[in-house]
Each structure stands twice: as C-alpha cells, then as structure tokens.
C-alpha cells in the first residue's frame, strides 16, 4: 500500500484547492493519507523566500497568480475567493488542528473559513464554529492551543517538513521519498501512487 503525506498550510490557496482533491486521490489508488500541518512562514524563512509573495509581485503578475488560482479552482469545481487582508495568521489554527490529531474535518473547515467566507482562521469565534461544526468540544481543544507540547509539535513539524526539502504548500510526498509540490502536479501525484489520471487534461481546458 502506497503512502501519501499531504503538507499543507491554511494561508496557502494552492494548498486549499489541493485540498479538495486529495482526499478523493487516495481513495482511487487505496493510497494511506496522512495530513501534516506545517508553518509556511516558517519554511519561507528558512528557504529566503518572502512571507508575502503577492507584496513583491509586479501588477501584472500578481494578477497572472490570481487568474491562475481562480483558474484551477474552475477547473476543480470548488469555490475560492481572495479574503481582503490576505495572508492570515495560521498558527493558532494549525495547533487546533494538531489537537484534534489531523482530523480532515477540521481542515476543511479552516480552509472553508478562510478561502471562501473570507475570515481570520485563528480569531476564536472562527476556531469555535470551525471545531463545533467538526464535532469537536472548542473548549476543550482551544484550553490545549497554547500549550507547550503543542507549540513545540508544530515547531517540529515545521523543521522536518525543511529537513525534506518542503519549500511551498501544497507538498504531496509519496512514500516517503517523491516530492511533489503544487496542486498542478496532483496528475503526477496520482501516477506515481498507482492510479488512473481522474481530473482530465486540465492543460486543455
């Protein structure tokens, strides 16, 4: 059985609309998915890249970056919006996460709240109805956000995702050993986990 590790981080719309796929992906190729927060900003230090990428865009290529993203959410059929004030604070989210070990509905909702209803993932008011909505007491998950065990599991979540060579979300790896990263590469995902190409020729469309 083929392994797929799904790094991702909530300020990322790529790692959104790969997201929404990947799920899906594992089950066509009986693949084992395991989800793995990680700190983006922390892999964009590490690596020198900017924490804002749109701030040193040109005009025109930020708006390239835009039609694209909305591009492949068309293609995905799933909705994406830019919030205003874009990028978020994540890390409380991730914790909360963390805390409810990966549960992915958990994570859709972070992402639901943050690229399509356009709010603060690590607000409270998001992080209560993001965990109620997954069944999940926030009480009791937002009491553990702040602890120490927790903090340092993203910490070293973060450091090992650099250890890999992770340097952008969403960063699929296959076995333990194929990097893939960018939910344009998701084709090349699902080949080397066996499977069957099931979005089309998304180049054509």
């Not at 899906?24 to 693949?31: E, P, Q, S």
């Not at 909702?109 to 209560?128: C, L, N, V």
């Not at 120490?148 to 050993?177: Q, W």
Request: proline letters at 6%; hydrophobic letters at 45%; aromatic letters at 10%.
């Amino acid at each position: 059985m083929k392994q797929l590790d799904f790094w991702f981080d909530y300020s990322c719309p790529y790692a959104y609309l790969g997201s929404t796929q990947v799920e899906a992906m594992a089950r066509r190729t009986g693949a084992t998915l395991t989800f793995c927060p990680m700190l983006l900003g922390g892999v964009f230090k590490a690596v020198d890249t900017p924490q804002n990428m749109m701030d040193v865009l040109s005009p025109s290529k930020a708006r390239h970056n835009l039609n694209d993203m909305l591009r492949w959410a068309e293609v995905f059929g799933v909705p994406l919006s830019m919030p205003e004030g874009h990028p978020f604070r994540t890390v409380e989210a991730l914790r909360a996460t963390l805390v409810t070990r990966c549960d992915p509905a958990v994570m859709h909702g972070f992402y639901r709240a943050y690229w399509i209803e356009g709010k603060r993932p690590s607000e409270p008011a998001t992080m209560r109805a993001v965990l109620s909505a997954a069944g999940h007491d926030p009480d009791a998950v937002l009491a553990r956000v702040q602890d120490s065990d927790v903090k340092d599991d993203l910490r070293r979540r973060t450091d090992e995702a650099i250890a890999l060579g992770i340097f952008g979300a969403p960063t699929f790896i296959v076995d333990h050993r194929h990097l893939y990263w960018g939910q344009d590469r998701i084709d090349f995902v699902a080949r080397a986990l066996g499977g069957i190409v099931a979005t089309g020729d998304v180049a054509a469309r």
